[in-house]
């Protein structure tokens, strides 16, 4: 259940960066937070 949650999150998110949403409201930083949690995942697997 939790995963679907993040995948929500991170597809709202990507999309709110591709459309510059993020940048007009200055919240970029949320696209390298993503990133950041994203990054232990993929060092684990």
């Known amino acids: 259940m939790l995963f ?4 929500i999150v991170a ?5 709110l960066h591709f ?11 949320l696209v390298l937070a993503l990133a ?3 990054f232990p995942a993929v ?3």
Do not use: F, H, P, S
């Open 19 to 29: 459309t510059g949403a993020l940048a007009r409201y200055n919240l970029e930083w």
């Open 4 to 7: 679907i949650l993040y995948y």
């Open 36 to 38: 950041v949690t994203v």
């Open 11 to 15: 597809i709202t998110i990507l999309v």
């Open 43 to 45: 060092i684990y697997l």
